[in-house]
């Protein structure tokens, strides 16, 4: 159990242009869940947790207006990357906790965006 | 804060011997602890966690952690490595807050080698 998915795995888009990028827990109803992005090479840096019914945070430097964050029902949370730049372009993934105590995060298989 | 700390960037093991991944960390309170694993171009895998009990903690595809409160030490470890274990490494802590945000470390790249 505990499987997160990620949609597209892959993207390609113009400048300018949005992306929407979903991550979904398939068996367990996910209370929160995380985006990250990663950067060749290095650690995960959050960028903002999400609840589901409420609003997201965000960490501090990262654009809530660029980054949309929306996290309609316990099993389902997107990410917008909205007027997209090729600086944006990075491997974002996005992880999901069940309820209750210091329950490990299971993350999904991470969405490779290449802004052109 | 809390805080974890891979000293290495990268280790080196020829396949069949036993492998070593290194984290410390630096925590108030009772120490909560994760190891996960990445394989290129994916996202990450959980292998194994430390909350209270034995300092030996097994997980995932062989592998244990050892939890050392004198040295402040979360080391990885494995008897007998394969060359599918080569893949990016990755110490956690829990940070304060009530989402249990997580906190990685820099990552260790272990490379075995047949």
């Known amino acids: 159990g505990a499987v997160v998915s990620q949609h597209p795995s892959r993207v390609i888009c113009k400048s300018g242009t949005s992306v929407k990028i979903e991550c979904r827990s398939l068996d367990f109803q996910a209370t929160t869940m995380f985006w990250y992005r990663q950067f060749p090479k290095q650690s995960l840096m959050l960028m903002a947790t999400s609840n589901e019914g409420s609003k997201a945070t965000y960490e501090q430097g990262v654009e809530k207006d660029k980054f949309l964050i929306n996290h309609a029902s316990l099993t389902l949370s997107t990410l917008t990357v909205t007027s997209a730049h090729p600086e944006d372009s990075s491997f974002y993934i996005c992880s999901a906790r069940k309820a209750g105590g210091y329950n490990e995060q299971f993350f999904g298989p991470g969405t490779r965006l290449t802004v052109l | 804060a809390q805080s974890v700390a891979q000293p290495e960037d990268q280790v080196k093991v020829a396949e069949g011997n036993p492998l070593t991944v290194k984290c410390t960390y630096s925590?108030?309170?009772?120490?909560?602890l994760f190891w996960y694993v990445q394989y290129p171009n994916r996202g990450l895998q959980f292998l194994l966690k430390y909350i209270t009990g034995d300092n030996l903690v097994k997980g995932s595809y062989g592998f244990e952690a050892e939890f050392n409160k004198s040295q402040t030490s979360f080391h990885l470890k494995k008897p007998s490595a394969l060359v599918s274990d080569s893949a990016l490494y990755f110490c956690a802590v829990p940070t304060s807050g009530g989402y249990q945000k997580v906190t990685f470390g820099t990552g260790t790249k272990l490379q075995v080698i047949p």
């Open positions: 925590v108030s309170g009772n120490p909560y």
